[in-house]
């Protein structure tokens, strides 16, 4: 049978189940190719490009990172300070803390920090940086320091916690000369609790490294049975001593102090007063915390996850014996009440 010229260039492929005119056929030119991957391509490059303008620290913007990151990605919080830091969204910079948790050491400083975080109008620096309170550090500059801090809005309050400034001779002076408008918030509880919860978070950190530990009457006695005013435990609840510096650089409303034993009763009543403090909006409510039956405190949560603290907070405490207790307690009466006398609140702490 004769085929004519024409047909003969008409070839079959069956994977396609069409005739391809021509000796090679249309769709099997490199052209053709190229045109049916080219939008994937593109897409693909669209996407690396995303990607590297988002998560580049060097940028012109990145995505902010939400507080919950460790709860979403399973990071340590340094980890997840670290990736955020990394993070930003357009229309964001570092800034200077505009509010400083300064103190004081055991009294729910962390605590503070992150049910604060819940308002969206607050940006907290999730490391104690010891800026202002650390010569070496301090030398560094506020340059420096600046870069250390989260990315946040306009309308936001970046917020950073060093419950050691509070004791610092240096930090007082050092903070205002930074920004004398700052504003400062101390949280205290009862002197004699503090200190008992201060010599737990040593103890517990002394047995971790196999080292002894000498029983708590041993640390705040002396062998003549008087209070060791020389370990520092009991130098740090003396509140009016180190509150004094402050006053001196500060005015008195220029400081909020919160009651830390309230914060662990009743959370919202003490957060609210700060919300206030800050001229937040009144973001945070009482359905942002609940009791926790396990852990015997309260824990976080908004709407898209709940938060507890740390193991390591609220530790349980070691016994101590009553009679101990009520001497260190009448130990702090005069420092007590000249701390009211100073902050014009009476905290009514026991007095034996």
């Known amino acids: 049978m004769l085929v004519s010229s024409e047909e003969s260039y008409i070839l079959w492929r069956e994977d396609l189940g069409k005739p391809q005119m021509g000796g ?28 590297l303008y988002y998560v580049s620290p060097m940028g012109a913007a990145a995505v902010y990172a939400p507080s919950a990151a460790s709860e979403t990605t399973g990071l340590d919080s340094v980890t997840t300070e670290a990736y955020r830091k990394r993070l930003r969204i357009r229309g964001t910079q570092r800034r200077l803390p505009q509010a400083l948790i300064i103190g ?8 503070l920090l992150e049910m604060l975080n819940l308002h969206p109008h607050i940006q907290k620096n999730g490391m104690e940086m010891h800026f202002f309170d650390e010569d070496d ?22 917020i950073e916690k060093t419950p050691s400034y509070f004791i610092s001779r240096e930090a007082p002076a050092r903070i205002r000369a930074m920004n004398a408008t700052i504003k400062l918030l101390l949280i205290v509880r ?6 008992v919860s ?31 005013d020389g370990f520092k435990a009991i130098q740090i609840s003396q509140y009016a001593v180190h509150v004094l510096r402050w006053l001196r650089e500060f005015p008195r409303e220029q400081i909020h102090i919160i009651n830390g034993d309230n914060l662990i009763r009743d959370p919202y009543a003490e ?8 001229r937040l909006p009144p973001y945070i409510t009482p359905d942002n915390f609940y009791f926790n039956e396990t ?19 609220g530790r349980p405490h070691p016994y101590v014996d009553p009679a101990v207790m009520s001497q260190l307690r009448k130990f702090f009466v005069p420092f007590n009440e000249q ?8 905290f009514g702490w026991p007095t034996s």
Not at 104 to 111: P, Q
Not at 144 to 150: G, N
Not at 271 to 278: A, E, P, R, S
């Open 24 to 51: 090679r056929g249309e769709n099997s030119s490199p052209w053709s190719a190229l045109r049916r991957v080219a939008p994937l391509m593109i897409l693909a490059s669209f996407i690396v490009c995303l990607v």
């Open 104 to 111: 004081v050491r055991k009294c729910g400083t962390r605590a």
């Open 137 to 158: 550090r301090y030398a560094n500059g506020l340059e420096w320091y600046r870069k250390k801090m989260p990315y946040s809005f306009d309308n936001q309050v970046t």
């Open 190 to 195: 009862e002197p004699a609790t503090r200190v």
């Open 198 to 228: 201060d010599y737990t978070q040593i103890m517990e950190t002394k047995l971790r490294k196999g080292k002894q530990v000498a029983p708590f009457h041993k640390r705040i006695l002396t062998v003549d049975g008087e209070i060791n």
């Open 271 to 278: 957060i609210n007063k700060v919300q206030q403090f800050l």
């Open 295 to 313: 852990k015997g405190f309260y824990c976080m949560r908004n709407e898209t996850f709940q938060k507890c603290l740390a193991d390591a907070k």
């Open 339 to 346: 701390f009211y006398e100073m902050v014009g609140h009476d």
